[in-house]
């Protein structure tokens, strides 16, 4: 594994971080319409992306690096930004597709490099929270247009 593409896991690690945190404070501070499908949804949300990010790291560490360990280091790393505000539900919604979209891409970029390395265990990792998050994506996106 290339620098770049442990540069790249590592940001991703971050990312996942700081979307799990933002998914939580959400899930806290929700309102009105759409609770409580938004609170359940934003938990199922959450919990899967701890597994995600985990799943990350570990893979970094298998290939000799070394995964953002500190909530410094995350924020530092990351390309996604936290979010102190207490949004209405819609723009919480919103937000998240935001930063998800941002996810898929990059999670897709970082499978075409990992496949171009050859290493198919990262590229496979990697396509497969590409694909199940390309799909809360567009269920975000559907929520979005009621």
């Known amino acids: ?75 530092e790393l990351a390309t996604l930004s936290e979010d102190r505000s207490f949004p209405p539900a819609q723009e919480m919604v919103s937000r998240l ?7 898929v891409t990059t999670l897709n970029r970082a499978a075409k490099t990992a496949a171009e390395e050859e290493d198919d265990i990262t590229a496979n990792l990697l396509e497969d929270i590409r694909d199940e998050q390309d799909k809360n994506l567009w269920m975000m996106r559907a929520f979005l247009e009621s």
């Open 97 to 103: 597709a935001a930063d998800l979209e941002h996810l």
């Open 1 to 75: 594994m290339t620098q770049k593409q442990l540069s790249t896991l590592a940001t991703l690690v971050a990312d996942s971080g700081v979307f799990y945190q933002k998914l939580r404070h959400y899930h806290w501070h929700v309102k009105g319409n759409g609770f409580f499908v938004l609170h359940e949804k934003f938990e199922e949300l959450y919990l899967r992306w701890a597994v995600i990010q985990d799943d990350l790291a570990e893979r970094i560490v298998t290939r000799g690096g070394q995964a953002p360990a500190t909530l410094s280091e995350i924020v």
